[in-house]
């Protein structure tokens, strides 16, 4: 018998990348190549005995820790480990803020910068999209990305995303564009056949659904 919380179990693969669930043993590495310009999230916790470096850290594990252990079906979110030939590029996130009332995902990632500018950030976002719309039933994604970084917002017209509206980041002032793909949208680009998604029957349940 699998022993794995089934969520571990889901595996995405590209051609190029293989995404995984991100686990406890993933987070030394992940730390170890986290890039100094990631901006984490301004409202997590800078604890006054650590530095920099530790407290971006913290960041990540408590991150991790926080989506696993309040996990619902209606607010969740999923950590996916980047690898290209075995090595960790990345890290992609998938969410569902309110999952059970609109069907409707958020993402963010980031790669390490020797990898980017490789098509590497499409595969990851198109591999996540692939999971909600395909055997997670989702209607739509959206995303956002500050008006500055063009290669973020690249990755989401590549895929088919549609400007929606502007808002202002209250930290920094900086302008944030937010995107939006519904269904009919995405199933019209021909990326759903470019992923392969295993191992997710065993945690539909954890997302509120049922096995097709």
Not at 50 to 76: F, K, T
Not at 132 to 146: C, K, N, W, Y
Not at 158 to 170: A, D, H, I, K, R
Request: glycine share 10%; hydrophobic share 40%.
């Amino acid at each position: 018998m699998d022993q794995r919380w089934p969520l571990h179990g889901i595996r995405l693969e590209t051609g190029d990348l293989t995404l995984t669930v991100m686990t406890e043993p993933d987070l030394a590495t992940v730390i170890s190549v986290l890039p100094a310009d990631v901006g984490l999230n301004p409202d997590a916790t800078t604890y006054a005995g650590l530095d920099g470096e530790a407290n971006r850290a913290a960041v990540i594990r408590q991150s991790y820790w926080r989506a696993l252990g309040l996990w619902s079906p209606a607010d969740w979110m999923l950590p996916f480990v980047v690898r290209r030939d075995g090595a960790v590029i990345g890290v992609q996130w998938l969410e569902g803020p309110d999952y059970l009332t609109d069907r409707t995902v958020d993402s963010s990632s980031w790669l390490v910068p020797g990898e980017r500018g490789r098509g590497w950030g499409r595969q990851m976002r198109g591999a996540v999209l692939a999971l909600a719309f395909g055997p997670l039933r989702a209607d739509a994604a959206i995303s956002s990305a500050v008006t500055s970084n063009l290669a973020s917002l690249g990755v989401s017209r590549s895929l088919g995303y549609q400007p929606t509206y502007t808002s202002v980041l209250p930290h920094t002032g900086e302008m944030l564009q937010h995107v939006r793909l519904d269904r009919g949208r995405w199933a019209a680009t021909g990326s759903p056949r470019c992923t392969q998604v295993e191992g997710i029957d065993l945690a539909l349940p954890l997302f509120g659904l049922e096995p097709a």
